[in-house]
């Protein structure tokens, strides 16, 4: 019988800071010397992570368990919504792709990953002490809450205890709060054991009679208000906007088209925080602004839709005047696909069946497939020799003459493809600019100098750092004996 207990940290909505308050929560058990693990039912992301198990899970779970000393497994995120349109998207299940589905389709058979859910949870409690558990979106969607398995329905079923977490930067948070107990139908209510507010700037005392009162209208005790951590953002981003950073007037500018899919978009943390690069996410609308030096097309969770995508927003037009001045143009994953000349889909992976022509950028072509490539590799740069770690997570083939010319080498097979003149660059690799030593050469060759710090070492003094924070404003003594 598991002696595991646990707690959930659920939010009035997304993007509140559950996935941060989780990964500090399983820092401080961690500190304490506890075998502390995060799971997370149901999320979704386009950002992924490949776990040991040769799985993926969601990059806010991959922090978390990083924060809890742990190797991130698929068990930690059993299901993962990867949205593909606005009607679709894949599921992944216990870190394997089932199907691409609707959104009615998938929410008939959600009784049926329950399943997946519980059992993942099971195993996670026979083997650690404690569980962390974060919610996905607000439990108050009420129209949602038959079969629910992302906040109260797993709630219930698991017996864990809830906290919720309002958002006061937003404004609104007594409403957040006590409309989120309004909603909640008893048995739901009843499993809250008490509420916190999150990123508050200013004076904490100033919101005094509104702690007051929430805790009075809904009779849950408040575990604190936490101000606005202003370190949050050099902490692995798990989708485009949490990106945010400090404006940085960087030699180097750097310029990374926002598509309508974006995939582990994360690949630009360690980018961010160089003091040499000045980094801009540019959203749809916007011209590639004419002093770019470095392009970066990312990941894709549709390649084909990006492609149509990228043209409407004129960036194809873009990209080859930005060529023609001798700017540098980086493919990454879906973006590598972007750069060739077609890609098809013979299957209706993505959609239709069909092909769809690509920039034409780079001498390569891609064909699609039903299997996903997701694997934790060591690369070898070819112009260096230099072994950095990486990770692949991608369905299709990539062939071309401009595959002679490969970027890497992975276990002697050539990976990636080189334009004749060296401007142009895809390769499937994410993961590589976290290597310091691989990331200061390539600012190196993009003419701008790396300056040698330590990312690695950044992200753990920062979640050394949150723990401080939230110690220093939260109940953290109180939320830990809530678990159970």
């Known amino acids: 019988m598991s002696k595991a207990t646990s707690l959930m940290i659920q939010g009035t909505g997304s993007h509140v800071g559950k996935s941060m308050l989780v990964a500090g929560l399983c820092r401080l058990a961690h500190q304490r010397g506890v075998d502390v693990v995060p799971f997370k039912p149901q999320n979704m992301s386009n950002n992924a992570a490949v776990t040991v198990d040769g799985g993926e899970i969601g990059r806010a779970q991959a922090l978390q368990a990083r924060a809890a000393g742990l190797e991130p497994h698929s068990d930690m995120n059993p299901v993962l919504l990867k949205p593909e349109t606005d009607q679709m998207a894949q599921v992944v299940v216990q870190g394997k792709r089932l199907a691409s589905t609707g959104a009615a389709s998938y929410l008939s058979a959600k009784s049926k990953l329950l399943e997946s859910v519980l059992e993942s949870y099971q195993r996670l409690c026979d083997q650690h002490e404690l569980i962390l558990v974060e919610g996905a979106g607000s439990p108050a969607e009420v129209n949602l809450r038959k079969n629910d398995i992302a906040n109260m ?42 509420f916190l507010i999150n990123k508050f700037r200013g004076e904490p005392q100033l919101f005094d009679d509104g702690y007051a009162l929430i805790a009075d209208r809904t009779g849950w005790p408040g575990f604190g208000v936490l101000p606005w951590f202003k370190d949050a953002w050099k902490l692995p981003a798990e989708d485009a906007p949490d990106l945010a950073r400090p404006i940085a007037e960087g030699p180097l500018h750097i310029v990374c088209l926002q598509l309508s899919r974006v995939a582990n978009i994360d690949d630009l943390d360690p980018l961010s925080q160089e003091p040499s690069v000045r980094l801009t996410i540019l959203h749809p609308g916007r011209s590639i602004p004419g002093d770019a030096n470095l392009v970066i097309i990312p990941g894709s969770k549709s390649t084909r839709g990006d492609l149509d995508f990228l043209r409407q927003q004129g960036w194809d037009v873009d990209l080859c005047a930005h060529y023609r001045r001798g700017g540098r143009i980086l493919g990454i994953c879906g973006g590598y696909q972007i750069l060739g000349r077609t890609v098809s889909d013979p299957k209706g992976v993505e959609g239709e069946p069909g092909d769809t022509q690509g920039l034409g950028l780079l001498n390569v072509r891609t064909t699609l497939s039903e299997n996903k490539q997701l694997t934790q590799v060591k690369a070898v740069h070819a112009r260096t020799g230099y072994s950095f770690d990486g990770y692949e997570i991608h369905m299709g083939i990539t062939m071309g003459e401009d595959c002679d010319r490969p970027y890497a080498f992975v276990n002697d097979r050539a990976e990636g493809a080189m334009s004749k003149d060296g401007l142009i660059t895809g390769l499937y690799l994410h993961g590589m600019f976290t290597d310091d030593k691989f990331r200061s050469q390539f600012l190196e060759e993009c003419g701008a100098q790396g300056s040698g710090f330590g990312y690695n070492e950044s992200v753990e003094y920062v979640l050394d750092a949150l723990v401080e924070h939230m110690q220093c404003h939260l109940n953290v003594d109180g939320l830990l004996k809530l678990a159970r």
């Not at 404004?171 to 054991?193: F, H, N, P, W, Y």
């Open 153 to 194: 329905g797993f709630a219930i079923q698991a017996g864990v205890p809830v906290v919720l977490v309002g958002d006061i930067d937003r404004g609104g948070v007594i409403a957040q709060i006590v409309g989120t107990s309004e909603l909640l139908d008893c048995c739901d209510r009843k499993m809250v054991s008490g």
